[in-house]
């Protein structure tokens, strides 16, 4: 029989820095949230007036090149200048400095980051330019550019980290799994430091064109983008494509006491499930997402009770919304009426792979600063999608301890359980 690993350090989240298209910086991103502002717009890095769906979640006002050295501008892919600045702000949020480390705390320093698309828009350019006759345009670092290991690999380098440098990619739970899995490293004291989240930068034309062609994209509100992202409103009719990067420090409660870093929170719980059904739909009983959130409560030692608010995967299709109120449901019985909860996807669009992250960075503004942020566009609730959703308005609420809910392709669930120190 297995038996399951036993934790000896309790996780705690002391820095965090994010680029997103509401805004650079946590309490840039925490006011726009609480703000329901919207980060939709028309798509403008790219000619999209002959496509079907004509926007996006992009960030704006983000001089990228400053990330990199000249040299590299032409060999990495967006997620990398994105992962570099929220990285670079969520060291500095956690003051530390990773120059001045030891190398012995440099080895014990790892980077773990989620994605889902990794460096796909970075290699449809170079083959449009293989394509079109400009191969001397093309990257010599194509292929390690491309491959999603070359991004955590990207950080390790900038950072000086000698620990281990990973990516998971497990479509849209991936950077929950991420975060999760270098959590697991440090309560195990594998390593001692981590930096953990998500990048994606999904938005180029023949990965739009690719999504659209699975029908989950919306082409309703190219018109009225801010209107687009409506989680479990009748009206909702898909995804819209986002880019961004949330990016945490984690370590171990007792190094943190040790430094007087201020802590977030505490990663106390995480559960994964799949539904082994499909390779996009979810199964409609709800009962694999639901197990995740039983397992991630389990792992915290928390009761469905004591969760008060959920931030929830909140796609805006009319598939989704509807199996994950059921599986929500399923996990909390009648506690679910009375849970918060909220869409994050409302407000930046659908980060893809960094989604996890996405919604752990606004759980943090409930935990740390009392706020739930409102689920945005939800003007007509669909009568299937029952429970308090935060409807437009912030609102303020006690909270000692929020779960993480995500669902990705492949019918992957993954959960994670966050708790106020």
Same mark, same amino acid.
């Given at each position: 029989?297995?038996?399951?690993?036993?934790?000896?350090?309790?996780?705690?989240?002391?820095?965090?820095?994010?680029?997103?298209?509401?805004?650079?910086?946590?309490?840039?991103?925490?006011?726009?949230?609480?703000?329901?502002?919207?980060?939709?717009?028309?798509?403008?890095?790219?000619?999209?007036?002959?496509?079907?769906?004509?926007?996006?979640?992009?960030?704006?006002?983000?001089?990228?090149?400053?990330?990199?050295?000249?040299?590299?501008?032409?060999?990495?892919?967006? !997620?990398?200048?994105?992962?570099?600045?929220?990285?670079?702000?969520?060291?500095?949020?956690?003051?530390?400095?990773?120059?001045?480390?030891?190398?012995?705390?440099?080895?014990?320093?790892?980077?773990?980051?989620?994605?889902?698309?990794?460096?796909?828009?970075? !290699?449809?350019?170079?083959?449009?330019?293989?394509?079109?006759?400009?191969?001397?345009?093309?990257?010599?670092?194509?292929?390690?550019?491309?491959?999603?290991?070359?991004?955590?690999?990207?950080?390790?380098?900038?950072?000086?980290?000698?620990?281990?440098?990973?990516?998971?990619?497990?479509?849209?739970?991936?950077? !929950?799994?991420?975060?999760?899995?270098?959590?697991?490293?440090?309560?195990?004291?594998?390593?001692?430091?981590?930096?953990?989240?998500?990048?994606?930068?999904?938005?180029? #034309?023949?990965?739009?064109?690719?999504?659209?062609?699975?029908?989950?994209?919306?082409?309703?509100?190219?018109?009225?983008?801010?209107?687009?992202?409506?989680?479990?409103?009748?009206?909702?009719?898909?995804?819209?494509?986002?880019?961004?990067?949330?990016?945490?420090?984690?370590?171990?409660?007792?190094?943190?006491?040790? #430094?007087?870093?201020?802590?977030?929170?505490?990663?106390?719980?995480?559960?994964?499930?799949?539904?082994?059904?499909?390779?996009?739909?979810?199964?409609?009983?709800?009962?694999?997402?639901? #197990?995740?959130? !039983?397992?991630?409560?389990?792992?915290?030692?928390?009761?469905?009770?004591?969760?008060?608010?959920?931030?929830?995967?909140?796609?805006?299709?009319?598939?989704?919304?509807?199996?994950?109120?059921?599986?929500?449901?399923?996990?909390?019985?009648?506690?679910?009426?009375?849970?918060?909860?909220?869409?994050?996807?409302?407000?930046?669009?659908?980060?893809?792979?960094?989604?996890?992250?996405?919604?752990?960075?606004?759980?943090?503004?409930?935990?740390?600063?009392?706020?739930?942020?409102?689920?945005?566009?939800?003007?007509?609730?669909?009568?299937?999608?029952?429970?308090?959703?935060?409807?437009?308005?912030?609102?303020?609420?006690?909270?000692?301890?929020?779960?993480?809910?995500?669902?990705?392709?492949?019918?992957?669930?993954?959960?994670?359980?966050?708790?106020?120190?």
């Amino acid at each position: 029989m297995f038996k399951e690993f036993t934790k000896t350090r309790r996780v705690v989240i002391t820095g965090f820095g994010c680029v997103t298209p509401i805004g650079i910086g946590h309490d840039n991103f925490w006011v726009s949230l609480e703000n329901g502002k919207s980060g939709i717009k028309r798509i403008e890095s790219f000619d999209a007036s002959n496509s079907a769906v004509r926007i996006a979640a992009e960030i704006r006002n983000f001089d990228w090149e400053s990330e990199l050295n000249p040299k590299d501008r032409k060999h990495v892919p967006r !997620t990398v200048p994105l992962a570099l600045k929220a990285a670079r702000e969520a060291v500095k949020d956690a003051n530390i400095q990773p120059e001045n480390l030891s190398l012995e705390e440099r080895q014990n320093f790892g980077v773990v980051l989620g994605t889902g698309g990794g460096g796909l828009a970075f !290699t449809e350019k170079q083959y449009v330019y293989w394509l079109t006759g400009e191969a001397n345009k093309a990257s010599v670092y194509t292929i390690p550019s491309s491959t999603h290991g070359g991004l955590s690999s990207e950080l390790s380098m900038v950072f000086g980290l000698h620990g281990l440098s990973h990516i998971v990619s497990t479509g849209c739970t991936s950077s !929950t799994d991420a975060i999760a899995y270098a959590a697991q490293h440090i309560s195990l004291g594998k390593q001692n430091m981590m930096l953990a989240g998500g990048v994606d930068a999904p938005i180029a #034309r023949g990965i739009l064109e690719g999504f659209n062609l699975m029908t989950v994209l919306t082409k309703d509100f190219n018109d009225a983008p801010e209107r687009a992202s409506r989680p479990f409103d009748k009206q909702r009719s898909g995804i819209v494509l986002a880019e961004g990067a949330w990016i945490f420090v984690l370590e171990s409660l007792e190094s943190a006491s040790e #430094r007087n870093a201020e802590i977030y929170a505490e990663i106390s719980g995480y559960g994964s499930t799949c539904d082994a059904y499909h390779r996009v739909r979810l199964e409609e009983n709800g009962v694999e997402p639901a #197990r995740a959130m !039983t397992l991630a409560m389990k792992d915290a030692g928390v009761s469905p009770a004591e969760i008060a608010y959920v931030n929830l995967h909140g796609t805006s299709t009319q598939l989704n919304d509807r199996i994950e109120t059921q599986a929500i449901k399923n996990a909390f019985g009648k506690h679910a009426y009375e849970l918060k909860t909220s869409a994050t996807k409302s407000q930046i669009g659908h980060p893809q792979g960094a989604s996890g992250a996405a919604g752990i960075g606004a759980a943090l503004l409930a935990i740390k600063k009392g706020i739930i942020a409102p689920t945005i566009n939800l003007d007509d609730q669909d009568e299937a999608c029952d429970l308090d959703y935060t409807p437009n308005v912030a609102q303020k609420a006690e909270v000692q301890t929020a779960l993480c809910n995500c669902i990705g392709f492949g019918s992957k669930n993954s959960a994670l359980i966050l708790q106020k120190i």
